[in-house]
């Protein structure tokens, strides 16, 4: 049978077996590394400031709130009981910036819209998913403005642009809502990337307890993951992060 053997074969066999191994070594050693990351940044927000109100300029600044909405709170297939966290400082902040700059933005969909290719049908026009939450009564007058958007990226909504020409005093922006690594991290980076662009200096402010994201383990959306990866990011791009605001 010894005519058989393949010379090498099983010295190769010892070859494949070490790569697998250090394979497996590499992969632990990277993922111990990732995991020491993400504690070292998330401990550094444990020393995160507060974000005071009184320090900025009603003129010149505005509140956003990004799907603050029944379809992403309490209704639909998209809704998540996280999202109750955030309803309370939601509420107050909008209470205690009566008067200034005010954008609600509402996910609002038709029934072919080109995003429900990658998500589940969701706020469809006309129903209560578009409707802003309760609590969350927005301001009256010429400052307050709600915007419907059919993407997750408020900045491309017709409504929006129209508004950023109307206003270009305003380049302060307190950014708020939901959920934080889809609508509010696409709408900060884009925003903070045209000022950039156009060489103008401004203030994008995220407080951490005002924004919140969901848990899908179909997919492996972790919650808390999801949000470290896109608070990281916003900040890394420049977007100021504070713990809350007073």
Known sequence: MDMFVI????????????????????LMQKREDAMLSLLAIEEAWQELAALKLTDLDPETTAVVFVDVIEG???????????????????????????????IYFRDCHTGDSAEFSAYVPHCLAGTAETELIKELAPDEGERSYQIFK??????????????LTAHPQVTNFIITGLVTDICVMTFALTLKTY???????????????????????LTNHQAEL????AVYNMQMNGIEIYREFE
Do not use: Y
């Open 150 to 163: 059919n993407c997750t990226n408020g900045f491309m909504a017709e409504g929006f642009q129209k508004w």
């Open 7 to 26: 010379p090498g074969r099983k010295c190769l066999g010892r070859k494949v077996t070490e790569w697998r191994i250090n394979m497996k070594r590499n």
């Open 72 to 102: 992403f709170v309490n209704i639909g297939p998209l809704s998540s009981n996280r999202a109750l966290d955030i309803i309370e400082p939601v509420k107050q902040l909008n209470e205690k910036t009566r008067g200034w700059h005010k």
């Open 226 to 229: 999801m949000n470290t990866f």
């Open 195 to 217: 000022f950039n662009e156009k060489n103008t200096v401004s203030r994008l402010m995220v407080p951490l307890s005002t924004v919140e994201t969901f848990d899908l383990p």
